[in-house]
């Protein structure tokens, strides 16, 4: 196929023509973009990074200005106190923004890695070497500090970005973009390596995740209705990141003393977060040392308990277990409620993780090895946990530096996604004149 | 989401109810297969291909007497010879089948491998390993080897695979499939670890490319025009095959004797492959030293040769030169026919690539060191050679072994995809009650 043919993408006639047409041209110039920045030195970059930190923060004001602004039109469109604790910025958030975008500059550049390398028997010179992917596409809920999270990891890696940031943090993000690319423009290289769609709301979206041929991959990163949209919406090769229904298991070889921390952590450290667990499940032999003290602790906590009946045998005089329905075991709360249930088996553990689980992060907490190497073997999940906290998963924590989402599918990148996920490879094969026999 | 929910896949109406529940539970059974095979040792994997090689010279009779059968209605049909080659069946080709699946046995298994790992500064334990991507969707044309190929690749990655062949080789593939399956049963295997989706024909290869959930991968394998449906319509991630408009650009420093013999390989020694050459690029430089000589051994060749003005002045007599089209320029010929075009630098080369290559295989033939670096930096290709002939694009040329096909897109796999690309990776994180501080 052409890489330039706009019609690709334009057969869709749900998604107006004009604005397919406006974002098709913002594609056109991300690529141009992108083009002029694969070849770009790590030092190049790195100095950009590190000038996009300083004109960040000395451009606070005017960023948390337009940043109470959309404060104000959120409260006044009655966004939830966590949408909007996710849009504020403080003029710290602003800091700790630019602060990692100098952590980027501190990374390797995953450009040039040569994956794999050989002579052949026959004299060719193979080499397998990363190259940018070219313009990745961003389609996330109003959350401003995503927005210099994926400028940055973008530019490391030598790709374009058109973003795609979600109306509620319109004015945010457009005066941090405007900051960006007048600091892309100073170090020479070019504004349109970042750019945003916002302008053309939803469809403006959708054009972006049809931008086939221009557009090489679309991260979605929000909620699971924004998620599936974009999987069913798109032509564009998608990597879907962060739906997150985690399970974790408390054998019966736990160490309930263990087990509780581990839950507790990774139930009420942070919730709404897609690494946060949403289901406990209990083996039979472990609830009766585990379970009440386990409960007691969660509602101390104000965590709403859904259980089973046999979960509810179990509770403290005055916690109250609601009952468990299949909708509680489908559930990623996101917030102060967990489902639990007791079970005969690990087996039955691994069944109802196969039953209900979203592929994300699942933990076992035992001190039996050969439980352990069989949950592990058993769940098919970006990460599996053995008595740690499933908060651990997340490309910090994991030793990836930054991440630019959790994804929880299997293809090209499965887990935290890092700068390398940001790049694909390019073979390069040198002869002297070989031909195939 | 849950990965046994069925309404994921039946929210698209086009799509016969009674059909989708059909696919979806051989969906199922493929998923319960797959589970099964996941944790098996290389070697009984191993044993498997021997035992299906075995069966399958066994069985040679029944085998070629079923693709008799395909090829007569193939023929009544007017399907074309070169349809007609790929779909028959020698014994000959039966024994290359299953030297093919002896020669996987060979092969590492990339199941288990420890991709990257380390001790955290916090004690945590974190590796990251390959496991298999669990069930594999294959829709390609009438190719009864390719099915032999595709069930040898899926087994020794541990992956179950579903098959939709091509209604022409309909009995050559269920032939096929009877014996591979009862010899998977015999070893001890589920026979679910292939199937077919063929009988539901066409809408069961949609319903199939929508199993989200159930199908990891769907890898379409065939002409543009299928892949494109199948990116088109699917929900289930796809990797893309196999379209390559290949180019072949003659720098003003190549020498016109090495330039000669790669062009011809590229263009005649075997056509209608991807990895053919489609369309060859001369600088002006070079033309008069190179284009009679290599237009008079094409045209010698049997090839139609469609060129630009500015190559017609250099066709020796005798030698008809068609007018070139921007259909020409667009077209992947699998025929022996060539684009011709002579440009001025080799950064009107790379533009004419951009503009009309296709991301598969590009390549300069060169004696400039500078030349061959800023082609192979520029050109956005899986693969990209320097005085070598783009027949090479292939993973058995390249060394991984068998090729389930030559991805041209850049995520997760780019370039000839053997085994390992048949894998995903899980990260597993041992503790000692670790929590997030």
């Known amino acids: 196929m052409s890489a330039d043919d706009p019609t690709m993408s334009t057969d869709d006639k749900t998604?107006?023509?004009?604005?397919?047409?406006?974002?098709?041209?913002?594609?056109?110039?991300?690529?141009?973009?992108?083009?002029?920045?694969?070849?770009?030195?790590?030092?190049?970059?790195?100095?950009?990074?590190?000038?996009?930190?300083d004109a960040l923060v000395a451009a606070t004001e005017a960023i948390t200005v337009a940043n109470a602004a959309d404060l104000a039109a959120g409260r006044q469109a009655g966004l939830s106190p966590g949408l909007i604790d996710r849009l504020e910025l403080t003029d710290q958030r602003v800091a700790d923004s630019a602060e990692a975008l100098r952590a980027l500059a501190g990374l390797d550049d995953p450009v040039g890695q040569v994956v794999r390398g050989q002579t052949l028997p026959n004299g060719l010179l193979v080499r397998q070497t990363r190259v940018p992917l070219g313009v990745v596409?961003?389609?996330?809920?109003?959350?401003?500090?995503?927005?210099?999270?994926?400028?940055?990891?973008?530019?490391?890696?030598?790709?374009?970005?058109?973003?795609?940031?979600?109306?509620?943090?319109?004015?945010?993000?457009?005066?941090?973009?405007?900051?960006?690319?007048?600091?892309?423009?100073?170090?020479g290289l070019p504004a349109d390596l970042v750019q945003s769609v916002d302008?053309?709301?939803?469809?403006?979206?959708?054009?972006?995740?049809?931008?086939?041929?221009?557009?090489d991959v679309v991260i979605p990163r929000g909620g699971a209705?924004?998620?599936a949209t974009v999987v069913q919406q798109a032509t564009v090769p998608v990597i879907e990141t962060g739906v997150g229904n985690v399970h974790i298991y408390v054998d019966a070889a736990a160490d309930p003393d263990m087990a509780r921390p581990i839950l507790m952590n990774a139930k009420t450290q942070r919730v709404g977060v897609c690494n946060a667990a949403e289901t406990l499940l209990v083996h039979a032999g472990a609830a009766p040392a585990f379970l009440p003290q386990a409960l007691l602790e969660l509602a101390q906590a104000g965590v709403r308990l859904h259980g089973d009946e046999r979960t509810a045998v179990w509770a403290p005089p005055g916690v109250t277990i609601w009952p468990a329905t299949d909708q509680d075991w489908a559930t990623e709360y996101l917030a102060l409620e967990l489902a639990v249930r007791v079970v005969d088996s690990l087996d039955q553990a691994v069944d109802h993780i196969r039953r209900w689980g979203s592929g994300h992060t699942e933990a076992i907490v035992t001190n039996d090895l050969a439980a352990a190497q069989r949950f592990t073997a058993q769940v098919d999940a970006a990460a599996v946990m053995v008595n740690a906290s499933t908060r651990f998963t997340d490309g910090g924590q994991l030793g990836l530096g930054a991440e630019i989402g959790i994804s929880t599918q299997k293809l090209h990148s499965r887990g935290p996604m890092g700068l390398t996920e940001l790049t694909t490879t390019k073979w390069i094969v040198i002869g002297a004149g070989h031909v195939r026999p």
């Open 15 to 53: 998604v107006d023509d004009q604005v397919t047409a406006g974002v098709l041209q913002v594609a056109r110039q991300a690529r141009a973009a992108a083009q002029v920045l694969a070849p770009a030195s790590r030092e190049v970059k790195d100095r950009a990074l590190w000038a996009m930190a």
């Open 137 to 187: 596409g961003m389609i996330y809920e109003a959350r401003p500090n995503v927005t210099v999270d994926a400028v940055g990891l973008a530019l490391k890696s030598g790709n374009a970005c058109v973003l795609r940031g979600g109306s509620a943090a319109g004015r945010t993000n457009q005066a941090i973009l405007q900051v960006l690319r007048d600091t892309l423009v100073r170090q």
């Open 199 to 215: 302008q053309w709301g939803r469809s403006g979206a959708v054009a972006l995740m049809r931008a086939r041929g221009l557009v």
């Open 225 to 227: 209705a924004l998620i």
